[in-house]
């Protein structure tokens, strides 16, 4: 069984930089994808698909409002994906969440959180204008 551990979470304001990471023990593989979502205020029935990373390959994925601001990475040898976040915003502000899921999903299931099969506890970040 894999368990998902985040941090780097905090308060930032607007325009500035944080990195989350997601470090992962138990039954993990390189090939595990990784996916980072988040949970807005006032939307706690929904989590946002972020970014996420495959396995094999390591391809990337990214939701149109992060491109260009967010980068998703992944270290194998320390078993922990990154979240580096710059140009943040206020609208950025929520609880992100990673979460992991095997397989080789096509791009329309990377993107849905139902696919994923382990979570981590999230961590908030915070913008301030």
């Known amino acids: 069984q894999v368990q998902l551990v985040e941090s780097g979470g905090g308060l930032v304001q607007a325009g500035g930089s944080l990195r989350l990471s997601c470090a992962a023990s138990?039954?993990?593989?390189?090939?595990?994808?990784m996916g980072w979502f988040r949970q807005a205020p006032g939307k706690e029935r929904e989590r946002e698909f972020v970014?996420?990373?495959?396995?094999?390959?390591?391809?990337?994925h990214y939701h149109n409002s992060v491109k260009g601001r967010f980068t998703i990475s992944r270290d194998n040898a320390k078993n922990t994906v990154y979240l580096q976040m710059n140009s943040l915003k206020p609208e950025d502000t929520a609880v992100y969440y990673c979460?992991?899921?095997?397989?080789?999903?096509?791009?329309?299931?990377?993107?849905?959180?139902?696919?994923?099969?382990?979570w981590g506890q999230g961590t908030q970040v915070t913008v301030s204008s």
């Open positions: 979460a992991g899921m095997g397989g080789s999903p096509i791009v329309s299931t990377i993107r849905q959180s139902q696919a994923y099969e382990v």
């Open positions: 138990g039954r993990t593989s390189s090939n595990y994808n």
């Open positions: 970014a996420a990373i495959r396995g094999n390959g390591g391809s990337t």
